[in-house]
């Protein structure tokens, strides 16, 4: 996993974040990360193709919110979100870690361990989950 610091945003980035967020979204959430100190941005590849990202607000030094995290669908399944998971975890020393994610999502966080809580119909039809894992 490498940082993602550059102005230009990578065509590989932009369909990754695609698919955590709403196209319309993406240059404006990219752009999020570059210009907040607590906000970081990670991309890991194979073969010089990057393949997956994930992207984490930091609190209090040592509480982290995901994002966003994505992979690309046909390297999906395979281990590589749960790997971002613990890299960012131990990248930050984090104490707790948090998702707000969708029906689609919420199983891959409860698999790896996350307390999962719904948050209702946030928006029209579209029941949310808070995901919250504690590392103490």
């Given at each position: 996993?490498?940082?993602?610091n550059?102005?230009?945003?990578?065509p590989?980035?932009?369909?990754?974040?695609?698919?955590?967020?709403?196209?319309?979204k993406?240059?404006e959430?990219y752009?999020?990360?570059i210009?907040?100190?607590?906000?970081?941005?990670?991309?890991?590849?194979?073969?010089?193709?990057?393949i997956?990202?994930i992207?984490i607000?930091i609190?209090?030094?040592s509480?982290?919110?995901?994002?966003?995290?994505?992979v690309l669908p046909?390297?999906r399944?395979?281990?590589?979100g749960s790997?971002?998971i613990?890299?960012?975890?131990k990248?930050?020393n984090?104490?707790?870690?948090?998702?707000e994610t969708?029906k689609d999502?919420?199983l891959?966080?409860?698999?790896f361990?996350?307390r999962?809580?719904?948050?209702?119909?946030?928006?029209?039809g579209?029941?949310?989950?808070?995901?919250?894992?504690?590392?103490?």
């Open positions: 996993m490498r940082e993602i550059s102005n230009r945003i990578d590989a980035i932009k369909r990754l974040l695609s698919y955590a967020t709403s196209e319309e993406v240059d959430e752009y999020k990360y210009c907040s100190p607590n906000r970081k941005l990670y991309g890991g590849g194979i073969n010089g193709e990057i997956s990202c992207g607000e609190h209090n030094s509480d982290g919110v995901i994002k966003h995290i994505a046909k390297e399944g395979g281990g590589i790997s971002m613990r890299f960012i975890c990248e930050h984090l104490n707790s870690v948090s998702a969708d999502a919420v891959f966080y409860a698999n361990g996350f999962i809580t719904s948050l209702g119909e946030k928006y029209p579209v029941e949310r989950f808070l995901c919250e894992l504690d590392l103490r």
